[in-house]
């Protein structure tokens, strides 16, 4: 047994640890109890956790073949995404969606249907899966696309690991020149003028947004709308141009230890977002900034969720439709801002249509915070739920560590279709973990 | 950088996964030799999608010491470096209780490793020049009753690298001694590791690349194992043998 959580450190729970090397060790694992599929524990709560089986996917890391014509790779669910930059940016080839950290599996992005900063150009990781190969309940494998077995393929891009294990995908690149990102920095004074500076640049490639969380008043929701685009040999600097991938890795740091309850207060977090927000907005404008800087800026500290101290901490992600997202989110924010216990990071971003059987994203604008685990940020939280329920939006699974069941049917009417499709398949028999419990799927 | 082929000798462990991908990073043709070899077909790809270099497959039983010679004979070159990673550790109840297990668990340790090292080691010296590394263990550096049986094994394969090291120092063939202590594989699965103590596989593979590049002799994964093990060799044998380690 170990204890195992997911990136927020809580829950915990002691499961029953298995890692799968081949598809044999996949087979062998099934029918005894329920189990879910873990890649590299990055979902933030109770995802991967099942305290009778969880299958540890990460000895499944093989790159199977490469297409350098078309960038299309074929590999196991354990491959993670540094892997495949480390690999494929030095022959001009990056992950087509990206989500903040580098460190998450192949099987667990698809699984979480993740999305990136493109995603109001591209949609999610899934729009660049070409195909998937999932062992079902009874040990037999298919291979799923938009063309073939289209509805294990559709649940599954979004399905939690509920619809079977994830073993293989085909998924496709994106051709880049360089490993450096042009990048906009334009500060804005409230929520509104983020919202309209999204709307303005719908046609960048990759767009997101600091959002001020802790400050109130005439500046609520002030933020740092970031846009960038992958930079051509001729918008580099000479120095950079020669060698145009051979970005120096930077050592990554490390949270030594566990920090006590007491380091992040209504205070610390507001002095934060005030320097952030300043010094933000002094580098205001166009900057040429490495790949790993630009995408994975937490990645640089390895540990950086021991901040929230051994109780662990609670990500709260919701996405809201376009026709409430100006109204609804500032409903959030001025509500999170009174509270005073606005986060260090939050991150606001705009979200293009994506179809969908289960994934998260829906068009609209999407907010992504976290708090320390504590009783008054659940009841905050609570709120927040109420907020999103009012404004219909719905959650994502990958960062839910707690959305109450009732909550969660009532924001995604898919969830009991989807529950239903478990159950008539025999799935739910399978594969299940603690989330999949507490949200009745 | 470009290098001359590595021969991994038991590929199919997680550890020798990283050990071959650590020296095909590097340029080096890959040899995978293993019982089974189609279970190395995905490795192979696998090295060849990362890594761009050329990589054979060989049909190798450790066990099988007649088939030894022919066997590096018959690679396509002797390869610059050879990795064996051949090992099984059964479990100690087992070996206890039925000794014959337990002579299985020696021959797959220390036989089979010694034989097919000593082959390499004559073509190598022959040749002038090569470098032999052998995965060992803690568990050698002294007898405990929880593993005995392999870590008997492990001492003698210890020993034999010694040796051999010592015979080969003049001739141009170095000999790396390899003392992982705990790694996250297959073969410790379901164990409770402490985190301080347990390398990736990765860190081997890196560690073991840098350690050969270097021309160390003996290297321990996590330098805290060199410290443990002073201390552990060092109790007096009648404290020693009422001890729970």
Redesign the interface.
Known sequence: ??ILSGWGRTPKAACHV??A??EGDVAASLGDTTLIARGNGRSYGDSALNPALTLDMR?MD?????DAESGT?VA?AGVLLE?IID?FLPRGWFPAVTPGTKFVSLGGAIAADVHGKNHHRDGAFGSFVDWIEVMGADGQVTRASRDGNSDLFGYTLGGMGLTGVILRAQIRLRRVESGWIVQQTLPTGTLEEAIDAFEANLDALYSVAWIDCATQGRHLGRSLVMLGHHATPDELPSDKRRKPFAVKRKRAKRVPLDFPGLALNRYSVRAFNELYYRMGARKAGRAIVDWDTYFYPLDAILDWNRIYGTRGFFQFQCVLPTDTARAGMHQLVERIAASGQGSFLSVLKRFGAQESRFSFPQEGYTLALDFPANDRSLALMDTLDRITLENGGRFYLAKDGRVPRTVFSQADPRAAEFAALRREQGWDRAFASLQSERLGL | MKGGPVLILGATS?MAREIARSFAACGHPIQLAARNVA?LE??R??LE??HGVAVTLHEFDALDLASHKGFVEGLPALPDIAVCAVGAMGTQEENAANPEKGAMVMRANFEGPASILGHLANAMEARGSGTLVGISSVAGDRGRASNYVYGSAKAGFTAFLSGLRNRLAKTGVHVLTVKPGFV?T?MT??M?LPEKLTADPKEVGHAIRIAVQSQKNVIYIRPVWRLIMAIIKAIPEPIFKKTEI
């Open positions: 047994m170990s298995v890692r090397r081949t000895g093989r790159m199977l073949s490469f790779l196991e892997d690999t | 997680g279970r995905d490795d790809a696998d999608t990362r996250a297959a699965e379901g409770d």
